[in-house]
């Protein structure tokens, strides 16, 4: 069974680079795609963005080309950054893949708080 | 602001049952997911592909869609029920993805 685990930094400063990454165990990692969803805190979900496994990647316009997702096929590993963060950016951070119209399993979560 | 729709709360007796509903364009061309979210956890899916049940997901929950309409029913609710459901597709134009703002469950 596929299991998504997912660490980072979970406090920083405004302007700095928000940094998580995210390890699949348990499943293939090719022929699928990768996401990221946030959720401020006593808020709903908003997608960050997707990566295949080829490397294409989808972004919310939201953040505003502050996001980047990449992906290492070596380790099974892909990685979220965005830059200059806000306060707006605290949240709860997970990864997921997205399998046959739906995004199942998530990872824990991270909670990113910027102050 | 979310491009599908659902109601902020709803309630529901113990052994009832209980549908949520989720409204968007973009259901007209993407089946919704649904998603349940119980405090400090990730969220799980519960109904993908309109009707689609994962395994371990209990038969008292149900999908349907109708148009710009998707529901998710609960037949028979129990305690452990109580929580946030989230619906999501793919956006109008396909390559992202939406969510609703959430519903929270009470199973009074």
């Known amino acids: 069974q596929v299991q998504l685990q997912q660490w980072g930094a979970g406090l920083l400063k405004p302007s700095e680079t928000l940094s998580l990454t995210c390890a699949v165990y348990?499943?293939?990692?090719?022929?699928?795609?990768w996401t990221w969803i946030r959720q401020p805190p006593g808020k709903g979900l908003e997608w960050i963005g997707e990566i295949n496994d080829s490397g294409s990647t989808k972004y919310n316009a939201s953040l505003k080309s502050r996001g980047t997702i990449s992906l290492d096929t070596s380790k099974n590993q892909f990685s979220l950054k965005v830059t200059s963060v806000t306060a707006a950016d605290t949240a709860v951070y997970y990864c997921?893949?997205?399998?046959?119209?739906?995004?199942?399993?998530w990872g824990q979560g991270t909670l990113v708080a910027v102050s | 602001s979310s491009e599908l729709t659902q109601d902020p709360a709803v309630s529901v007796a113990l052994g009832q049952t209980v549908r949520i509903t989720c409204q968007g364009d973009s259901l007209r061309n993407y089946y919704a997911s649904w998603y349940q979210q119980k405090p400090g956890q990730a969220p799980v899916v519960v109904i993908y592909g309109r009707t689609n049940r994962p395994s371990g997901i209990p038969d008292r929950f149900s999908g349907a869609s109708s148009g710009n309409t998707a529901s998710l029913t609960i037949t028979g609710a129990q305690a452990e029920d109580e929580a946030d459901y989230y619906c999501?597709?793919?956006?109008?134009?396909?390559?992202?993805?939406?969510f609703g703002g959430g519903t929270k469950l009470t199973v009074l």
């Open positions: 997921a893949r997205v399998v046959w119209g739906a995004i199942s399993p």
């Open positions: 999501s597709s793919r956006d109008s134009s396909g390559y992202h993805w939406v």
């Open positions: 348990g499943g293939s990692f090719s022929g699928y795609s």
